[in-house]
């Protein structure tokens, strides 16, 4: 089926240092936006899901020269590392993006070159404090007891000519654009940090740095002694990982629809830096910039010190993929900062998945194998019990579109989860088992098996965004021939789309029970 667009979605992540390898604060935007595209499609939306890497700066440049490598071929291995992670994560992307790829770097010299032309940008001396590792200027006011307020490491004094974005002329502009348009930043608590910080007077953006500082990024194209300032240079992705100045037609289909998924950490630079650059370059803020919360670790702030980095690629190895994804999206509310720990994820995977789930799905099956030779029966007429199944699977489908749009991941599962709850409860009401003991039975039973199966193919279907192999499996164990990533909530949602006569495929366990002795002994 070709259902008809409902229209054009377009979702980012930040782009990533390639400092360091990637962790579970990583993993954790990139598999949200991977949630979101997948449902915004299942929805019939032409979507497209950009990701990449942010490569320039001093950040990069220092990792590079700590290992003694060139600061290229560092990006060249350390990429390899997020897009591999990508791709065990089952991450969807239509593009990734590499800040030091050609078409990024012409599209930033153009805007430069452009907003330089126009006098947006003017150079001029900077006197003041700089911190080194946020690459950030701040002035003698900003510093908390003399350091960084950001990240409270020490700052250096520094005086340098350097080029400014005329930032400040559009402060009034972007306060009225963030109170006209209550979604553009979510959630509220965020747009009102921004409102507050928006209270004093906006400063103008300085937006080059001195080579005979640092050469690891893009010269200004139009003064050879200097390169951009990462910042400038990396949220220009956004726009030139979808054709700006090189693909019109794909540009404008999916600009201004942006979605960006951030973490609380790059708000200001989000919310203010990136929509008064558009309006300088003449172009509309995205729709939305969603900051989510911050993860910590077994009550600590995850650092390489305290060595207490959780390795995405080790979770998948303990647990599995959708084990992981399906942690990530039902344990925090989207935009609440939230704490991992091996015994919260195993209690959700022993609850939510190999009780639950695993349990109907293995249950339903086996008894459709083993009372009908593993052949989807033919229902016959319903009764209140069965209409009621069908009713909560409705109310579900009716009810995940909003909290989807709502970025309301958790709560999306929570209500998925009442058709798995309401089929558990149907299966123990109905009772097959005692059903098969009479043959005048047969058709009450094979109406309450069909009636269980297609619940699961509904979950299924609802599940596949959050858990794509786990949903995949579901879907061929039940007979089912169509491809599940061509389905349409609309009409493949409807109560119905699993032919009797279909043939079942022995089930192994979704998700086996984890042994909490066994599994600590290991970890
Ligand atoms: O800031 N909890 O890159 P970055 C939740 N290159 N999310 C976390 C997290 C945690 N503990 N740690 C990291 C940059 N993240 C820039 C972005 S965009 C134009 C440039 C996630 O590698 C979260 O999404 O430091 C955060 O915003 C991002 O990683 C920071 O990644």
């Known amino acids: 089926m070709c259902p008809k667009s409902k229209g054009t979605f377009y979702i980012t992540t930040p782009i990533y240092y390639v400092n360091d390898v990637p962790h579970i604060g990583h993993a954790y935007t990139t598999v949200a936006a991977d949630v979101l595209v997948r449902f915004k499609r299942l929805e019939g939306y032409q979507a497209f899901f950009l990701t990449g890497t942010d490569e320039h700066g001093q950040k990069v440049e220092k990792a590079a020269q700590e290992r003694g490598v060139d600061p290229k071929v560092h990006c060249d291995e350390m990429v390899k590392r997020f897009q591999s992670l990508w791709r065990r994560l089952n991450i969807s992307n239509d593009d990734f993006i590499r800040t030091t790829e050609d078409r990024h770097k012409k599209v930033v010299q153009k805007i430069l070159q452009d907003l330089y032309d126009r006098g947006e940008i003017y150079q001029a001396s900077y006197e ?16 908390t007891e003399g350091k960084c307020p950001d990240c409270l490491r020490e700052v250096v004094e520094i005086s340098e000519k350097n080029y400014f974005f005329r930032m400040s002329q559009y402060q009034s502009w972007l306060i009225d654009h963030i109170e006209k348009n209550d979604r553009f930043i979510l959630p509220p608590s965020r747009r009102n940090e921004i409102l507050g910080f928006l209270q004093n007077p ?21 003064d050879p002694d200097y390169v951009t300032y990462v910042w400038f240079d990396a949220l220009i992705n956004y726009v030139s990982g979808i054709g700006y100045s090189s693909d019109n037609p794909r540009f404008s289909d999916f600009w201004p629809e942006a979605i960006h998924l951030i973490g609380k950490d790059i708000l200001t630079t989000h919310t203010v830096y990136w929509p008064t650059m558009l309006r300088g370059i003449g172009l509309t803020p995205p729709k939305m910039v969603f900051a989510h919360g911050w993860w910590t670790v077994e009550g600590k702030k995850m650092s390489k010190s305290l060595q207490n980095v959780v390795e995405p690629n080790r979770l998948i190895d303990t647990y599995g993929v959708d084990a ?15 704490d991992f720990s091996h015994a919260t994820m195993v209690h959700r995977i022993n609850s939510d998945l190999a009780n639950d789930l695993g349990n109907l799905f293995s249950r339903a099956l086996s008894m459709v194998i083993r009372y009908f030779d593993g052949i989807i029966p033919v229902p016959s007429s319903l009764q209140e019990i069965d209409l009621r199944l069908q009713e909560s699977s409705a109310k579900v489908i009716a009810q995940l579109p909003g909290q989807m749009n709502d970025l309301a991941f958790n709560k999306a599962l929570i209500t998925l989860w009442e058709i798995v709850s309401a089929s558990n409860k149907y299966v123990d009401e109905t009772a097959p088992w005692s059903l098969a003991k009479e043959e005048k039975d047969r058709p009450r039973l094979a109406t309450v098996l069909y009636q269980t199966l297609e619940a699961l193919r509904i979950i299924a279907l609802l599940l596949a965004p959050f858990m794509p192999t786990t949903a995949e499996k579901m879907w061929t164990h039940l007979g089912m021939e169509s491809n599940l990533w061509e389905q349409n909530l609309e ?12 043939k079942i495929v022995k089930p192994t366990p979704l998700f086996p029970r984890i042994d909490t002795t066994k599994m600590e002994k290991k970890i």
């Open 324 to 338: 992981l994804r399906y942690f990530l999206m039902r344990e925090v509310p989207f935009g609440m900062d939230g």
């Open 202 to 222: 906006l400063e103008d953006l300085c937006i080059s740095r001195p080579k005979k500082r640092l050469k690891w990024g893009i010269e200004i194209p139009f």
């Open 128 to 143: 003041g404090w700089y911190c080194i590792p946020c690459e950030r200027f701040w002035t003698e006011k900003d510093l």
């Open 491 to 502: 009409a493949d949602g409807n109560w119905g789309g699993l032919k009797p006569g279909g």
